[in-house]
């Protein structure tokens, strides 16, 4: 009886083992800050708001001052008017090891369809997406695949006077 027992759980330790071991290499390094970012664009996709406030750090800090819940805030803003349909599409232009994080940059475009201001805040966005956007990744924990977002960079958007992330308000200040 006793044999038998440590005979699954020995199984079940090497399992274990055999699952941690691939996960580590299919998330280490670049292909690790790939495959975050990758899941953080289908969560913007999906409109996924709380899977995308968890992948993004708590020591978030970008150009435009935002913290990490401002920035959650900012992606619910724009999300919200597209109630029937986004699609975020991304392409990737590069990838860079920085200092214990990577950097992707790439291009990004949007559609979508909701309220009446979904078709403004389309064609107002474009002349943005023409430069390329910079995602900063750092890996967050010892879970292989605990990636965290610490940093959007653009170089060409700026923040509207008055905006204030999540005010229904100023959310088409953008």
């Known amino acids: 009886m006793h044999r038998s027992l440590l005979l699954k759980l020995s199984a079940l330790g090497i399992i274990v083992v055999l699952f941690f071991g691939i996960q580590t290499v299919r998330w280490s390094g670049e292909k690790g800050a790939k495959k975050a970012h990758k899941h953080f664009i289908q969560y913007l996709s999906d409109r996924r708001w709380s899977k995308c406030s968890r992948m993004i750090s708590e020591l978030y800090d970008d150009q435009w001052k935002f913290n990490r819940n401002d920035i959650s805030l900012a992606?619910?803003?724009?999300?919200?008017h597209f109630y029937i349909s986004l699609s975020v599409d991304w392409k990737t232009m590069s990838a860079t090891k920085m200092k214990g994080s990577h950097a992707i940059k790439?291009?990004?475009?949007?559609?979508?369809?909701?309220?009446?201001?979904?078709?403004?805040?389309?064609?107002?966005?474009?002349?943005?997406?023409?430069?390329?956007?910079?995602?900063?990744?750092?890996?967050?924990?010892?879970?292989?695949?605990?990636?965290?977002?610490?940093?959007?960079?653009?170089?060409?958007?700026?923040?509207?006077p008055?905006?204030?992330?999540?005010?229904?308000?100023?959310?088409?200040?953008?």
Do not use: C, N
């Open 162 to 174: 008055g905006y204030v992330p999540g005010d229904q308000s100023s959310s088409l200040k953008w």
């Open 106 to 160: 790439g291009a990004m475009k949007t559609e979508g369809s909701g309220s009446p201001a979904a078709d403004y805040i389309i064609k107002e966005a474009r002349p943005y997406l023409i430069d390329s956007f910079t995602f900063i990744w750092s890996r967050s924990g010892i879970m292989p695949w605990s990636w965290k977002l610490e940093k959007i960079k653009h170089p060409s958007i700026k923040v509207p």
């Open 75 to 80: 992606l619910r803003d724009f999300g919200r």
